[in-house]
């Protein structure tokens, strides 16, 4: 799922295609996309486009009238722009939304369809949408110490929580983690004051660093090739590969559909965290560090 970094590109790309133009028609191709039916969409159209924000891991784009068309892109759902407007064809193209001076075209690779797209007007149906999560690029220590105590669960579930933190899902809190030096189950309301300084300090620096790269990378282009694993990345997706910090295996936990990576020389003392899958197949031969 695209996270801060990635929306943040997105919108300030769209900010420079669309910001000002006026949205003519919106074609959508399956009905399971549109998850609102007042105002009807078709009272976005003809109306300019008053702003872009982030709304989390949601693209909201404000138009004349304070109405506000929001993306969810979900996990697999990405945006193309075209500077000629194309068909409305091929099964993941979900809708296009076209514009005097191009279209914007909301794709989703799969079979399953949880990308969702909400029309709605006034500030307040905007911030209903909103999880509640605070900004960890302008949020003060104080703020952030705060959500991080409200409950004791494990940083990474803090991390990801939307309702704490605004943008942050499974990729950028690996990366965010390893930086700290944090086990991703240690307890949140456990960290000591430098602890909790040490996590704000590489939130803040990962999500920038990343979200700088990414723009450099992008140039005058619009991004093409948004996806939770990068090149560059320290410990997500790199399981099996050497941390470039310590040199040690990047280990992993699983559980469902997600995936947990981390060092554990830089995070959890050489302590191998249970996997949830191995470790339960080999029970008491499950190794306890990474010596073993």
């Avoid at 919108?11 to 007042?38: C, M, W």
């Avoid at 040490?198 to 979200?211: E, F, I, P, S």
Wanted: glycine share 6%; aromatic share 8%.
């Amino acid at each position: 799922m695209p996270e801060l970094p990635d929306i943040d590109v997105y919108i300030d790309k769209l900010d420079e295609r669309i910001n000002g133009r006026i949205l003519k028609q919106i074609r959508v191709a399956t009905p399971f996309l549109l998850r609102s039916v007042d105002p009807p969409l078709s009272h976005a159209i003809d109306k300019r486009v008053s702003g872009l924000r982030r709304v989390g891991k949601r693209i909201a784009i404000g138009l004349e009238g304070d109405y506000w068309l929001i993306l969810h892109l979900m996990i697999a759902g990405r945006l193309q722009w075209h500077d000629i407007r194309p068909a409305l064809s091929g099964r993941n193209r979900l809708a296009l939304f076209d514009f005097s001076n191009g279209s914007l075209s909301l794709t989703e690779a799969g079979s399953k369809r949880r990308a969702s797209l909400y029309l709605v007007q006034g500030r307040e149906s905007l911030d209903a949408h909103d999880p509640g999560g605070i900004e960890p690029l302008i949020c003060s220590f104080e703020e952030f110490a705060w959500q991080l105590t409200i409950a004791n669960r494990t940083l990474k579930r803090v991390l990801t929580d939307p309702s704490r933190f605004s943008g942050i899902g499974n990729a950028y809190s690996d990366e965010i983690l390893h930086a700290a030096r944090l086990s991703p189950i240690a307890l949140s309301c456990k960290l000591n004051t430098a602890e909790q300084k040490r996590l704000y300090d590489a939130m803040r620096t990962v999500l920038h660093q990343w979200r700088e790269r990414l723009l450099a990378e992008t140039g005058n282009n619009f991004p093409s090739k948004v996806s939770a694993f990068r090149n560059g990345m320290s410990v997500h997706g790199q399981f099996g590969k050497a941390c470039p910090v310590c040199g040690a295996t990047v280990q992993r936990i699983r559980y469902k559909n997600n995936e947990t990576n981390y060092c554990p020389r830089c995070q959890t003392g050489s302590k191998l965290l249970a996997d949830r899958a191995l470790s339960r197949l080999l029970k008491a031969d499950w190794p306890d560090r990474i010596e073993d």
